[in-house]
C-alpha cells in the first residue's frame, strides 16, 4: 500500500447509503462502531457516531457508553492531524488524551465530533477536540491529544 | 449464598447486561477485592491494519470501564459489609460517572488479548480517583495507563 493510502484511511471512506458521512472503513474498530467521516481538511475533522443501542452503556437511560465517546474523540483527533494533508507523514500514534465528559449524550442522538489540529512540529502534532449531541454549545466532551508522527524518510537523506 | 459469589454475579451482571461491554467483549475476574479485567482479541478492535495496532480508543475505553468496575465491586464490598456480611438481592450498582481522564499510550496495542487493573487511589463519598494500567504479555510492560475522576452519584443517599 502505497504512503498516500496510508494517510488516506482517517480523511476518506466508503459511502453511506443515506449519503451522510463516510464509513472509516480502514479503520476496522471505527467501523464497527459506525462511526462516519463528515469532512477533513485544513487540518480540521469532523465526525459523527450514529446513534447505537450496541454502544449503550447505562441500559436504564439508553445513554451511550463513556469510553464510546473516547474512542470517537480519539479518531477524530488522528483524522485532524492528517486533515493538515502534511507531506511525508506515514503514520500517527496517540500518546497522550485528555478527556472531560460534560454531560451524558443524549439518547437516541447521534453524536458528532470535530477536532482542531492547532500545532505541528516535526515529532508531535497537538490536537483539541470536541463532541456534542444538541449543539456545540452543550458540549457531551473535550479532548486534548498529541500525537507522535512517523515521518518517510527524506529523499536523498 | 455466599458475599463472593454474590459480587462475581454482579460483575457476570455487568458484562452481560450492558451492551456497550459486550460490543468490547470485555470479561471480569475477581480475586479478593482484585479485579483483573480481560478484553479478548477480535478483529473489531484494530485501529490501524497495518501495523496492525489496537484501536487507542478501545484500549481507552477498557481502561475506562476496568475503573468503572473496581469502584462498583468496591461499593458492593462496603455495601455487604454493612448488610452483615451479605450482598442484599436486591442491591442495585451506582454506576460511577467518568468526570475526566487522561490517557497515556506507552506501547502499540498488539492484535493479542489485553488485561487491565485499577488502583483506587481515594474514594470519598462523590467522588473517586482512579489509575488503571492495561497490558498484554508482560504485567510490567504497560500498554496504557490512565488516572481520572469519577463521579459516585449525588453523594445524597
Not at chain 1, 458521512?21 to 474498530?29: D, I, M, N, Q, S
Not at chain 1, 452503556?57 to 457508553?65: H, I, R, S
Not at chain 2, 459469589?5 to 480475586?31: A, C, K, N, V, W
Request: charged share 20%; hydrophobic share 40%; glycine share 12%.
Amino acid at each position: 500500500m502505497s504512503t498516500s493510502d496510508l494517510s488516506k484511511r482517517l480523511t476518506e471512506g466508503v459511502a453511506t447509503p443515506d449519503g451522510e458521512g463516510a464509513v472509516l472503513a480502514g479503520v476496522p474498530h471505527s467501523a464497527a462502531m459506525g462511526m462516519r467521516l463528515i469532512s477533513a481538511d485544513g487540518g480540521e475533522a469532523m465526525l459523527m457516531l450514529p446513534y447505537s443501542e450496541a454502544l449503550v452503556g447505562d441500559v436504564a437511560t439508553g445513554v451511550l457508553g463513556g469510553g464510546a465517546i473516547t474512542a470517537l474523540l480519539d479518531t477524530c483527533c488522528g483524522a485532524a492531524v492528517f486533515a493538515t494533508r502534511t507531506k511525508g507523514i506515514i503514520s500517527t500514534a496517540t500518546l497522550d488524551l485528555r478527556i472531560d465528559y460534560m454531560r451524558p449524550a443524549t439518547p437516541g442522538r447521534d453524536v458528532y465530533a470535530h477536532a482542531e489540529c492547532y500545532r505541528m512540529t516535526r515529532s508531535v502534532a497537538f490536537v483539541r477536540a470536541l463532541a456534542w449531541t444538541e449543539g456545540r454549545d452543550r458540549p457531551v466532551g473535550t479532548a486534548a491529544a498529541s500525537f507522535i508522527l512517523n515521518r518517510q524518510p527524506e529523499d536523498g537523506a | 449464598m455466599t458475599e463472593t459469589q454474590s459480587r462475581s454475579d454482579l460483575l457476570d451482571g455487568m458484562s452481560l447486561s450492558i451492551p456497550y461491554i459486550r460490543f468490547l467483549g470485555l470479561i471480569f475476574e475477581r480475586r479478593g477485592d482484585e479485579i483483573t479485567a480481560l478484553m479478548p482479541y477480535k478483529p473489531d478492535l484494530i485501529g490501524n491494519p497495518l501495523v496492525p495496532a489496537l484501536h487507542g480508543g478501545a484500549t481507552g475505553a477498557f481502561l475506562e470501564i476496568t475503573g468503572v468496575t473496581q469502584l462498583v465491586s468496591d461499593m458492593a464490598l462496603e455495601h455487604s459489609a454493612a448488610a452483615g456480611g451479605t450482598l442484599p438481592e436486591d442491591y442495585v450498582p451506582v454506576m460511577p460517572k467518568p468526570v475526566g481522564i487522561t490517557f497515556d499510550y506507552l506501547r502499540s496495542g498488539k492484535p493479542m488479548d489485553t488485561y487491565a487493573r485499577a488502583i483506587v487511589q481515594r474514594r470519598g463519598r462523590r467522588v473517586a480517583n482512579v489509575r488503571i494500567e492495561a497490558w498484554q504479555e508482560e504485567r510490567t510492560k504497560l500498554i496504557a495507563a490512565a488516572h481520572g475522576n469519577f463521579l459516585l452519584g449525588s453523594g445524597g443517599s
